[in-house]
């Protein structure tokens, strides 16, 4: 089941990769703080990476600098681990639940109707903030991107999708976006998907998907989004798999730290127009 936008109280952080976590933690930061304020716990789940020895020590050393009460390093490795109820305790007293990076269809084959997965939504939905890095970032919509070649995958069939984690509706996410320049890879999606909001993000930025359904970028990159819900014309209906896709009237915004977007309202926010919707909706 994936969660709405406006009916959580929770918010949501998906990261585009390689973010700092050594030296300022910008990014982290920000998930830390918004944690509910008598919850410092910390829970990270390493399911997507190969390398979770390597991992997870980075993310509890970056955590304790940030002040976290105890943080849990949960390598789920297979889906008995993660129906555990151990586990399901972990995540039910955290406040922070961060994904790491790896493969996303590793993560959603583990991760797919668990009762961890559950209990994850089930702290968003209560106020907890639920964040994810390159793979984490990418799983979290009720559909993800899995495979496509950067280079060329405007055509038809180009870019491989399935059901992700499914803890926000109405958007496809795509990580390290600009520097290995995955532009095509959304506007493909985008002309065969077109009520979706394509959110690239670039590596060391990120989005805050507020309650409410308003974005808001941070981190020292750039966040693109793509707007097909307008679209005017494609020509991918009529296509073999492989053949171009032609597309009229996509619409792309560039949005760096402190800038936002009302998915609601299709409607970009400079700072100003970002930090009045956010206090309204306080």
Known sequence: ????????????????????????????????????????????????????????????????????????????KDRQQAGHPETVRLIEQSGVVFFTGGDQLRLTHVMGGSATLQAIRERLAAGAVVAGTSAGAAAMPGTMIYNGAAADALRKGAVNMTFGLGLAEGL????????????????EVGASNPEHLGVGIGEDAGVIIHPHGIIEAIGSGHVILIDSRDLASSNIAELSMGEPVA????????????????????????????EAVLANTL
Do not use: K
Not at 176 to 184: C, N, Q
Not at 255 to 267: C, E, I, M, Q, T
């Open 1 to 76: 089941m994936t969660a709405s936008l406006g009916s959580v109280s929770g918010h949501l952080v998906a990261i585009g990769g390689a973010e700092d976590r050594t030296s300022d933690l910008e990014i982290l930061t920000r998930v830390f703080a918004l944690a509910p304020a008598d919850n410092h716990e910390v829970a990270v789940i390493a399911t997507a990476s190969g390398i979770p020895d390597q991992v997870l020590p980075d993310y509890e050393a970056a955590f304790t600098r940030l002040g976290a009460s105890r943080i849990h390093s949960l390598d789920i």
């Open 172 to 187: 496809i996410i795509d990580s390290h976006f600009l520097e290995r320049g995955r532009f095509t890879r959304l506007m």
């Open 247 to 274: 597309i009229e009237h996509m619409i792309l915004h560039a949005l760096v730290s402190g800038h936002g977007f009302d998915l609601g309202a299709r409607r970009y926010l400079v700072p100003e127009a970002l």
